[in-house]
């Protein structure tokens, strides 16, 4: 449970509230006493006299752009009772007035120098940390002081007028209100029970509502100057940056940070409790599964990083990858009592450490699950692990740490500037791939089935066993049936594992080799296009975007457009399914033992007018990608297992669709506005059971033998390689139509709706949480000058929506706006507003939308609004360009059916340049100012109040 909250990402990501990374207490010593690991040297480590610490890594990639981070060692846990969550508003804070910025400018001054909110300016709050992070569009010497002045003022000019306290505290409300869900309250139960003497329960980042509402001023002014003080904070600048200049600036701009003449306060973490065995059942009616997880809990090893630290870890997460390799293959047996399990081990906060183990099944099977995971643990424990096992994670370790050296000279800032924070925050040592693959390879030449065994008794000794089931499940005298039913099962002898059947990759020879009857190149965007003697079509470009990687993309026949009135559930079932399904001579399981150590990989998808396979891979293991895909079409194994499992993953999902109103927005909403065209929505039980692997078979059979193929190949592999290689794969294929069918039929049908009226549609819920959105029809994808003013309409719409509905009325966390032109529906398309809303208030949320829409439709926009939305988009295309997924999936797929596809990425770029406001004002006129729009509402049907989660 822990771990996959952890892993949660919020649909609009400007404030993250919860953990972004697993970060060290203020209160350790800020230097690392180990000195074994050579730190990063790639990146100059300094501190300035009055103990601000910073880090400057020179990075060419993306070229012209600079990362700025302010880290702040600081977050929940440092708070007061009084202050709960005063640390998280007070991060809000920063973007309502400061010493150079006056309240309510500061978002708009960074779009003028084309920075978006959101992805360019953002920060985050955790338990023991708070991270400001800007994204600078250009390496000048005046925006780089920009961006240390916003730093700066951060860090120590933050003005908090009680005004803009007051403004922002509905906002906060706002975002508390979307975070709330089924998860987020597990989450905290779980907290509760793994540690009910400790502080971390008490200190969740998003406040109390108590304190959110009428904490004073003088709160936020004594946290800030309690924290935020120049030795417990560090600048990170990662990008095209001069050290010696960026180092001179960063001492001018923070220099005159007083230095502090007391003590950091000492936080009492409280203490850890470890019985025996503890128990707890949390439930949650409209949770989609029950989830029980089995962990172990004791003190942090109190041990500085270190290369034997390392070593010692990454022995333990072998041994508990080949524990979750185990119970993957157990879930996909017949009659399996869950549906997905893993194993893990981590630390945090210097204060304890936590291994576990999880599974996911129904109410119904909890009582198998406790014990499934009971004795594969003990299983585990008591036998070990096989040689096979070990040499498989073995090859997966350090093929990982391989590639990664090899992709190391494109890692973009982004992700540098948020690793160096980690490092920075958690008190370890930034070292470099090279490194890290050295640590990597003494483990694994240390690793062995006694070491394995080893490393996972240790982790496993001494701490006590904690079983926490959650989800819909209800249960009497919970605590005591829990320990029965694990008790029962650790009576209960287990036996070591079967030994597995040696296995070789058999798909090499897919026949003659293909040859090419056409050839030719499209200089201006460095693409070569093939067709060989079969009719198969290669697009090729070689990239240096992304070191040691390379994108392959195979598209055939018609996806959803060839699925019929009574095939409904066809296309979903085929989505979970059909890779699962494994190939004829090899399941997924034993694809994964075969191709240990390779960067292969294949995701089957039903698109809305084509299948896809996508694979990323690795110059090295590009030949055998190819064989991974053409497997796929040639020899599909459409094993029952893979039915089985669509089957449970189907059940959960439902459960989540009516549920939740994003389930409902994404299921009846979208029919409605197709005019419920079946080729919409997510599909009914019985549509969908009606599908089986012999269904899927015949479905997709002319597919995959015959229609219309496409494949794509783009990143760090040369063209006479990839002729070579997809020659002998899907060159060889039998022959296949030499024109893409078109489906005219099947793209009729789909037209917005004439209504006016409010939609209303509710679902059970006990958590208070409505959807208001309002749509106005805009028309299809093809006149691509007109859809990008249609996208930078729905951006100024966004805009409008974030200052109404967010700063003004505090009604709104992240408001959302969007146009959506349709490739496929001719003349379908829409704009939309949307915001979630306290159910009390949706409708006048809605009226609020749709009065800016209307407002918008008079053709008022203002040369600066677009500017503050041209020029962010301009500078992210300036890096989209430079993606490899961007031409492979954006250009080079289907181009040889749609070849303007290649006209739009030679205009991306200008065309955005050349935006006027006159265009826009006239398709807003067109589009918005002739309706009032089509609002949509979506509440729960019961009137639910927020549940406590402090």
Request: hydrophobic fraction near 40%.
């Amino acid at each position: 449970m822990l771990m996959n909250f952890l892993r949660f990402t919020p649909i609009f990501p400007v404030f993250t509230v919860l953990f972004c990374s697993l970060a060290a207490p203020v209160f350790a010593d800020k230097t690392v006493t180990a000195n074994d690991l050579p730190v990063d040297p790639a990146v100059v480590f300094g501190e300035l006299p009055n103990g601000l610490q910073y880090a400057i890594m020179p990075n060419a990639e993306p070229p012209d752009r600079v990362s700025m981070r302010l880290l702040v060692k600081a977050g929940s846990l440092q708070e007061t009772e009084s202050q709960r969550g005063v640390a998280h508003f007070l991060e809000h804070m920063a973007f309502n007035g400061s010493e150079h910025y006056a309240p309510g400018s500061l978002i708009e001054y960074l779009q003028r120098l084309g920075m978006s909110f959101g992805a360019d300016t953002n920060a985050h709050t955790s338990f023991d940390e708070t991270v400001y992070k800007l994204e600078l569009p250009e390496k000048t010497p005046e925006l780089f002081h920009e961006g240390l002045q916003v730093l700066r003022d951060y860090a120590g000019g933050l003005l908090l007028r009680e005004q803009e306290i007051d403004m922002e505290r509905g906002v906060i409300l706002s975002e508390k209100r979307d975070r709330d869900s089924v998860d987020y309250r597990t989450f905290i139960a779980y907290w509760e029970f793994l540690f009910p003497e400790a502080l971390m329960p008490q200190r969740m980042p998003i406040g109390l509502d108590e304190v959110i509402t009428n904490a004073p001023r003088a709160e936020f002014v004594s946290f800030y100057e309690t924290w935020y003080r120049a030795d417990n904070m560090a600048v990170v600048i990662v990008g095209e940056v001069n050290v010696e200049q960026a180092v001179k600036a960063i001492t001018e701009m923070f220099g005159d940070l007083p230095k502090a003449e007391t003590p950091l306060p000492v936080v009492d973490m409280g203490k850890l409790t470890t019985p025996e065995l503890a128990t707890s059942l949390h439930s949650e009616p409209e949770a989609s599964t029950t989830e029980v997880s089995l962990m172990t809990l004791r003190q942090f090893h109190g041990e500085p990083d270190s290369r034997e630290v390392r070593v010692r870890d990454m022995m333990t997460t072998a041994a508990n990858r080949m524990l979750t390799r185990r119970l993957e293959k157990l879930a996909k047996q017949e009659n399996a009592s869950f549906t997905t399990g893993s194993a893990y081990f981590w630390d945090y906060l210097d204060f304890f450490e936590l291994g576990g183990v999880d599974v996911t099944c129904q109410p119904d099977q909890w009582r198998d699950s406790v014990a499934i995971i009971e004795q594969e643990l003990r299983r585990a424990l008591e036998h070990g692990f096989s040689e096979a096992e070990v040499a498989e994670v073995k090859a997966n370790i350090l093929n990982d740490y391989e590639e990664a050296v090899k992709a190391a000279p494109t890692r973009k800032s982004r992700a540098l500037s948020g690793g160096i924070v980690s490092s920075l925050s958690r008190e370890n040592v930034f070292t470099s791939p090279q490194t890290d693959l050295s640590i990597a390879a003494e483990a694994m030449d240390q690793l062995t089935p006694e070491s394995a065994q080893t490393s996972l008794e240790e982790l496993w000794r001494g701490g006590g066993r904690f079983l926490f089931v959650s989800g819909n499940l209800e249960l009497e005298n919970a605590e005591t049936e829990l320990a029965k039913v694990y008790q029962t099962s650790a009576g209960k002898l287990v036996e070591a594992p079967e030994k597995e059947r040696e296995l070789k990759w058999p798909y090499t020879d897919f026949g003659p080799v293909g040859k090419i009857v056409k050839q030719s190149y499209v200089k201006d965007l460095d693409i070569w296009q093939v067709q060989f003697d079969n009719n198969v079509r290669l697009n090729f470009k070689k990239t240096d975007f992304e070191a040691n990687s390379v994108g392959v993309l195979v598209r055939f026949g018609g996806g959803g457009l060839t699925m019929k009135p009574e095939q409904k559930g066809i296309a979903a079932f085929a989505n979970l399914a059909f890779s699962a399904g494994g190939l004829e001579a090899l399941s997924v399981d034993e694809m994964q033992r075969v191709l240990a150590g390779q960067s292969v990989g294949a995701v089957f998808s039903v698109g809305e007018d084509s299948f896809e396979l996508v694979g990323g891979t690795t110059p090295k293991d590009f030949e055998r990608q190819l064989q991974l895909m053409a497997a796929y079409i040639t020899a599909p194994g459409y094993r029952e297992e893979a039915a089985r499992q669509a089957r449970k993953a189907y059940e959960e999902m439902s459960i989540e669709v009516n549920h939740t109103a994003e389930g409902v927005w994404g299921n009846l909403v979208m029919k409605y506005l197709s005019g419920d065209n079946y080729h919409f929505g997510f599909p009914s039980q019985d549509d969908f059971e009606s599908q089986n692997m012999d269904s899927l078979r015949e479905w997709l059979k002319s597919p995959l033998a015959e229609d219309y193929l496409e494949i794509n190949v783009v990143g760090e592999v040369d063209y006479d390689t990839a002729l070579v290689a997809v020659a002998a794969t899907f060159g060889a294929l039998p022959d296949r139509k030499t024109e893409a069918d078109k489906y005219e039929d099947a793209r009729k049908g789909v037209v917005f709706p004439k209504a006016t009226e409010q939609q209303l549609y509710t679902y059970e819920s006990d958590i208070p949480r409505a959807m208001a959105a309002v749509y106005w029809p805009t028309t299809d994808f093809w006149d691509i000058k007109r859809t990008r003013r249609l996208n930078v309409l729905a951006s100024v719409f966004r805009d409008r929506l974030r200052l109404e509905v967010r700063e003004k009325l505090g009604e709104g966390y992240s408001p959302y706006a969007r146009n959506s032109s349709s490739e496929i529906y001719p003349d379908y398309g829409y704009l939309f507003g949307l915001n979630f809303a306290d159910p009390a208030k949706v409708e006048s949320v809605v009226g609020i939308i749709r009065e800016l829409g209307v407002g918008l439709g008079e053709g008022n926009i203002t040369d600066d609004e677009l500017v503050r939305t041209v020029l962010p988009l301009q500078k992210y295309v300036e890096e989209y360009v430079r993606q490899n997924n961007y031409w492979l999936s954006r250009v080079m797929s289907g181009s040889t059916i749609y070849p303007q596809q290649f006209d739009w990425a030679r205009t991306l770029a200008s065309d955005y340049s050349t935006v006027t406001l006159d265009e826009v004002n006239e398709l807003a006129k067109q589009y918005l100012g002739v309706g009032p729009g089509l609002p949509i509402i979506i509440k729960p049907a019961t009137n639910a109040s927020p549940e406590s989660a402090e």
